[in-house]
């Protein structure tokens, strides 16, 4: 007996929607969200599709939680403070089980990211998810990209690469050989990303230029670069590395994942000379004339995730 | 070879992103909307996947373009100006010419609808479109489904039934017989729908309540009386019937796709008695008391497109 689409978005979906900038939730045409006096709209959407983005034997609470950071990701490099999103939902059947623990992971982002899930849209095809994140930043201000200079500092939070090790563990791979315990925290480091919306609004108006670490470091780093017309200049024996990371690699494979793995969705951001980061950040290199992102090794590698 | 993300949303979609509202496109982690004084966000996403919202052999334009009008429409319904969109686009793989014919479908909608493309994704995987509407309506307005009350008349936009006569002739149906001229107006109808924002904003702060016509007026109707606790009673013999459909078709079919067939994406909306329509709108029934829709007909029919 097939399901409809209002059944699925309202077992599921509508306790999800409640939020202080919230007016009208699922269930209308429009969501409704009211800004406060005084701020303009961030907004910025990301899919996923299941064999490219994620593993397919993902486990759906995972994929949910997973799909809400990537997106709200986007938010903490403009430094927006969260306003709600909305999921587009590709499924290949209505799967009950599915759909609950899926669910039970966007929960967990809502709570979380204090994102609520104010709209959405369920339709049956191949298995991709797409959300749409709402922000308010200031009229007067944005952690952009383009506004690194020369003399600025360069900095990233948390550790790096460990999202990448994670992947490669549940691809079987033998570059990385992890003890129970940090095989945990490594899957867990790709599969439950966080979005550092914190850290985010706690950097507007003191950092020079952000983005976060999707596709990464060298290539996110590069964008700034590029939107800021200057060379960043990154020390690869930096670079903050995870213990279970550490543990679990090569050197050089654990700082290789550091510079080109993505998926860790920390920041990178420039701070003026003299600036003092946010506990948890690290220093890793600086702004220098120029173009492009010199790390002092010549790598190979695709300039970011390749989509095509 | 090949083509990054980056190459693919700059080739195509960047000219697409200038508006009086936009202080940000395409090109950050996020882009960066001004709303007016006093004004709240009204948003919403529809996804469309090829071989269910579509055929699989449309043209590319009329893809972007109808994805964009139907997004659009839920905007009218609410009775928002339109601010901007996003389109995340997954599709298996970077054709040019797809893409080139895509983006143009989608420009004639920015245009027509002055509803610049700000954000966007692009995946790899089954064409699939999801398009977020992003619009901006006063503090204390709305067009609700839930404002219906007794006494209130109940009018519709344009004529119905076409796009499902359209779509009827594109699957080679018997029962849609067009002679040339109407086939290709029925098809339009069904290719290229038209959002009509313009009404919904001529129509808030009058109707009492409104919705867009996706899944077909009795289904759609009967989100109204659902949401306002009312009962719509149907005139059949008031629907505004084009005459390409009537030309093309039997009565009874005619009505039928008038009564049922999705995809026009004209407003359905209720006007308290006295409130003269807009030009183009169509008096086809009234709210009384009690709970769903009557048009005096017993039709065998599902409620609304199914999804699964």
């Not at 306790?15 to 303009?40: F, K």
């Not at 809400?68 to 403009?78: E, K, T």
């Not at 799967?95 to 990211?113: E, P």
């Amino acid at each position: 007996m097939p399901t409809s689409e209002f059944t699925l978005i309202y077992r599921y979906f509508s306790a999800l929607g409640r939020g202080d900038a919230v007016d009208l939730s699922v269930g209308d045409d429009c969501a409704i969200l009211r800004l406060g006096e005084g701020e303009r709209l961030a907004t910025s959407v990301d899919t996923l599709v299941a064999g490219v983005h994620f593993l397919e034997d993902t486990f759906p609470e995972d994929i949910g939680f997973r799909a809400a950071s990537i997106a709200a990701s986007d938010l903490a490099a403009m430094g927006a403070r969260p306003l709600g999103m909305t999921v587009a939902l590709t499924l290949p059947e209505a799967d009950d089980f599915w759909l609950n623990a899926f669910s039970q992971g966007l929960a967990a982002a809502v709570a979380d990211y204090d994102l609520p899930l104010v709209g959405g849209d369920t339709t049956k095809g191949s298995l991709t998810i797409t959300v749409q994140v709402l922000g308010a930043l200031p009229l007067d201000g944005a952690l952009l990209r383009s506004g690194a200079r020369v003399g600025d500092e360069v900095y990233v939070s948390g550790t790096l690469g460990d999202a990448a090790a994670g992947l490669a563990f549940l691809s079987d791979s033998e570059l990385c050989s992890p003890a129970p315990d940090n095989a945990g925290f490594l899957v867990q480091r790709f599969n439950r990303p966080r979005a550092r919306l914190e850290l985010g609004r706690e950097l507007l108006g003191r950092a020079s230029a952000a983005i976060d670490i999707s596709d990464g470091l060298l290539a996110d780093a590069g964008h700034i670069a590029a939107a800021s017309g200057v060379k960043l200049v990154i020390d690869p024996e930096q670079l903050p590395l995870s213990a279970a990371l550490a543990a679990s690699a090569s050197p050089e494979q654990a700082r290789l994942w550091a510079l080109t793995g993505g998926d860790d969705y920390e920041l990178c951001f420039t701070l003026p000379a003299g600036e003092s980061a946010p506990p948890g950040c690290t220093r890793i290199g600086q702004v220098e004339p120029g173009e492009g992102v010199d790390c002092g090794m010549a790598l190979d590698i695709p300039a970011g995730y390749q989509h095509f």
